[in-house]
Structures are given as C-alpha cells and as structure tokens.
C-alpha cells in the first residue's frame, strides 16, 4: 500500500504563560502547519492514527501552560510542542487489535488534523453516535462524569441542594434538589444568579436557598466559596471539583468563613475525575438515557477551525462562550 | 432535716466582649458572693445540688462571652449570670433516682463554690476515681472524647499522619503515627515545633513530613492551616476541631491554598464533640487502660480557687498554661 500523507495544521505552544495572563492574550499559542504526516500507522507498530473531529476547550488547559515547579496533578504543556486535550476522533489506520480504520473514538489528542496515538489503550470507542459526536467531548464524557460522580458520589445527595454547572445541576434535578444555575430557564433550574455581577454573594445564596444548602458543587472557588460556607445547613457536603475564579490570580484570595466547617459539621472534598475513569461505561449508558428521555439538556459553543482554538480557550476565562465551548476541525 | 445554707463566691460575666478582647483584660469577669443556698435540693425537686471541685478552662468559653447575631454551637453567657464550663463535682444533695450524695459526678457546672443542676441527666458519675479527680476536666472527659473520636472515628488513621493536641498525639502514637507537638520529650512525639514562633510554617512542617502528611487534627486554623495545605498527602485527611489562632480576630486569616484540596483529593471535615457524648462510656473504659499502661501521659496546669479563675482562662490565649487548664476550687 502506498504512503500518502498529508499536511497537518496544528496548534503549538510558543511559550509559558504567567498566572495573570490566564485570561488575556493568545500569542503564547501558535496556528503552524507542521511536516506532512503519512495517513497509516508505522508498519509494526501498536499506535493508532486518528483524523480529528472535535476537540475540547476547558478551564484547565491554560493552567498547563505555565510551567509549574511544583508537579501538579496533570503533566505541562512544553513550548514548541502541540497543545493537547480531549477530543472525538475518527481512526484512520490502526496497528492495535481493538481499533480499526472508520472506528469513533475519544480520548486525548492534539490540537491538529491527524494524531499519532501511542497509547491507544487510553481511547474509548464512541457507543451512542446516534447523538451529536460533539457530545463527546462534554456530557458524554469527562465533563458528564464529572458532574456525575462529583454529584452521585461524592456529594451523596439527599433532597435539597445547590449545584454548580449545567450538568450536575440537571441530575440534582432528576433527583428533586433545589439548584441555583446561570441558566434556570434553558435547564429548568429552580433559581439562578450571575457570581460575576451579583454585589453581595453571600446575600444573593440567602435569597435563593432561605432555608440553606445542603450540597455545594464548587467550581468557583474564592469569594464565592467564602460565601456558600456561611449559607451551609448542618452536615452539608462541599464538593471540591474546580476554581475557575482562582487560576489567573498570581495569588489566591483568601476564604475566612471556615470556621462554619467546624460548626455546622461539614464536610469539603476534593476530586479529579481522572481517578473514577473506571465508572465511565456505566455513566455513558445512563446519561445516553437521560439525554434520549430529554432529562438532561446541553448546550454546545462550536467554533470552527484550528485557527480559532486559541481565542476559544482564552474566552472561556472571559465568559464569552455560553454552554461548553468546543472546536470542530472536520466531518467524520 | 434543718436548712443548712452557705455563702457561695462565684465568678459572673459583668459585659460581653468584643472579639479582639479575647485574650486580654479580665474585667468584664467579676468574682462575687452570691447570696447564700442551701445545702439540700427543694423538696420534691429533680434537681441536684453539687460542691464544685475542679473547673475547665477552655478556649471556646471565651467564644460564649461575645454577644452572636447568628447563633453558634452553643449558647452565649449572660452578663450578670455565672460563667459555666464543664467541672468535677461531688452531689451534696440530690431528688433524681440516679445519684445520691457523696456521688462524684462530671459535667456542666457553674463557676461557684455549689450549683444546683436542674438537668441531672446530663451529668456523668465517674467510674475512675482511683485516677487524680481533675483528670475528669481533661483527659477523661470531653478533651480526651475530642481527641478520640477526631482521630479514630473522623481521621480513619492509617500509618503515617501528624497531630496537634497533646493527647490525639498519644493517640497517634499508639497507632504507630508520625506526629509533631509541642511538647516531644514529654509525650514521646517524634518531632515538634512552635507555630506562634515558626517564621515559615510551610518549611518548617516540611523538615518535620519530608514525605508529607497523611492526617492533620486542625486545632489551629488560619495561617497554619494554610501551611498545611500545600504539605498534605493525596488522599489526606484534615480533621477540623478548632480554630484557636482566630478567635480573637475581628476577621479570620484568609486561607489562599485550598486548591491543594482538588489536586490532592483531601477532605476536610469538621466535627463537634456534643454530637458523639453516646461513645463516651467506651472511650472513659478505653483511655482508663491507656492511662493505667503509661501509653497516654496527661500534664494538667492548676490554679488553686475562683479569684484565679479569669486570669487562668485569658492566659491559654497567651500561651501561658503548660497542659490543661483548670481551677481546684475545693477537695473531695
């Protein structure tokens, strides 16, 4: 069989960032068209090639391009090299037993046309392409399962909660909570405000929940977090799972209501849902469920083209995308 | 049987404080003779009439004489009446089924000479009394139950952790931890150190952990809590009990490294040792024994009489007790 190979736009990273710049600028990012990549996987080898479809622009990537020198719990991205992050892909040739070409996968990958996947095992087959294959790289994926086990698991819903994010906060629905939202119309949550533009946070928590929370899913962090511990109920779960508010401070604010843990009884925890990678398939299977009930309604923020990836990542950190920002590179 | 009455001095709060009156003064405390009572409970009364021996001095009494606009976890003191705190007691006279003079007893008492308790259900009759009788304000009592159920029942101790508190340090110990204190030599700590007069926290619990911490008992907060963040183990645990750095803040120190909470996957819970008084009898039997062996050693710091009542509890906030705190006010 004949090599054809093809050029391959892709998104590199120039150089680190500093804390601050979080949010700002795109320059640290570069749109190149690096070296022609042959279309099959190198004879005797177990990697996969797999054409890109769609890749995701989450909170957390800017955080790997700075360089930290305290290891945190993902590795960073290194100048020069292709930036990375979850993505649908289409496999292309496969040199691995349990992948062939035409197969639907997800799973990391670079921002660029074609990736060459070394690893494989770390791929999971797409199960439901009834739904949008978009789908997989938020509801259907890491996004939904961490709204998923950060909700069932950790946070052992009883009946009345606050939740943060549109995922989690529609299975509180499922399950009967009282959950506040940026967007209570579109998800059908109870109540909602903006933590962006509300003068008085602790306040505005009180008008919602007058008779206290009883589980927090924090993705905010700082001043908000400072707020949700005061409006606590005895015995309420906190459930650590992110800190948006946080990542583009050179040093974080500090929370001083933390003395209602103590007495209110509560309980805060940390996760990373790279640890609860096993419980995925049976995720899958009931979230395919709920969005086919329609229970569960998403929201998608599609930009196309690579050279729009690094102005999408940057405007998740401004606020300017309104459901789950994602890239579309190619048609399957 | 003839009324035989006494005088009875008695230490009453004269005004609330303000929070950053904590640990000075004494003046809002006044040391006075209440008017005389008899030495027997009414006729037909549930009631009992105890003899104070031993009062505690504890950092949360200071909490109780600021007046709350939001209640805490315990009630505020009332200017013009007796300051209370749990104590050793004899019964002098009593109407309840369950005790009969000459019981010694332990529990929440008034800081006078004879208080006639009106809930003598809440009382405990000491089962130890070959034990010094002022052990029942400490180490057998609500400061040993705290560090009993913090460590065993919150912390889930497994190897390796660090403690703060002298007997969740034993404790520790007996389970084959790793611990820092302030007193090493004493109680067999592996190392120790002096937050108030450690210039760098962080460092200075990173030569005491070179691999980390597994579980903290948080009795501190603020600035030390900060330096434990960044210190903790994944998957560690931090057991909050008590905050005793902040109390006489009239703002809390911010706590900035909470993100340690994520990408270490701890848990932070915080507990209140009235709601485990039912696991007190198998803790009384249990401590009994570690006391008896020599495992556990107690060092108690005891002022004679009620006139050095109020200086002894404003000077724990200036670090001037070595041990437990508490006043004789009479013998057995």
Redesign the interface.
Known sequence: MALVAVSNKRVILKRYLTACEIGQLGDEMEVVTAEAVPLSVPAGSFAVLVKNLYISCDPYLRNRMIRHE?P??ISDFVPGEVVTSHGVMKVISSGHLDFKAGDLVWGMTGWEEYTLINNPESLFKINYPEFPLSNYTGVLEMHGLTAYVGFFEMSKPKKACSAIGQIVGQLAKIKGCYVVNLLKTKFGFDDAFNYKKEPDLEAALKRCFPEGIDIDFENV?GAM?DAVL?NMRLGGRIT????IS?YHLE??????????????????????IF?SIAVYRQFEEEMAGYLREGKVTYVEDIVQGLDAAPAALIGIYNGLNVGKQLVSIAQA
């Open positions: 305290v945190t719990y962090g977090l005061p650590m799972c992110g800190m946080q040093r974080p604010e500090g929370v001083r209501n933390l003395m209602y843990i103590i007495t209110k009884r509560l309980r805060m925890e940390g996760f990373v640890d």
